[in-house]
Nanobody, 125 residues
């Protein structure tokens, strides 16, 4: 049974950085598309970034381009989301998820069938 565990969420001030981790067991992340999503209170869940299986093409929503970076560590079976220059509007619960379908990853949550429990990111001065 696949299990995804997010960590790294915290309280940060605007302009600071955080790195989220998505550690997997029971599944090899190297073979799957992995996405990061977020949901703020009262808002719909939205795709933030994703990384495809090898060769690892990436995608980002416009509001995080140039600030967030998604990477894989296959040896640790973990996907990271480095978040720089955080803004209050980045405040949300962040989830990672896996998509078993072949091809480039998507920021649409429909193809993703395994989800972690989420980690809270709060950006506030």
């Amino acid at each position: 049974q696949a299990q995804l565990v997010e960590s790294g969420g915290d309280l940060a001030q605007p302009g600071e950085s955080l790195r989220l981790s998505c550690a997997a067991s029971g599944v090899n992340l190297e073979d799957l598309a992995v996405g990061w999503f977020r949901q703020a209170p009262g808002k719909r869940r939205e795709g933030v970034s994703c990384i495809s299986p090898t060769p690892g093409r990436t995608a980002y929503r416009n509001s995080v381009k140039g600030r967030f970076t998604i990477t894989r560590d296959n040896a640790k079976n973990t996907v990271y989301l480095a978040m720089n220059n955080l803004k209050p509007e980045d405040t949300a619960v962040y989830y990672c998820a896996t998509d078993p379908t072949f091809g480039d990853c998507a920021l649409d949550s429909d193809p993703y069938n395994h989800w972690g429990q989420g980690t809270q990111v709060t950006v506030s001065s």
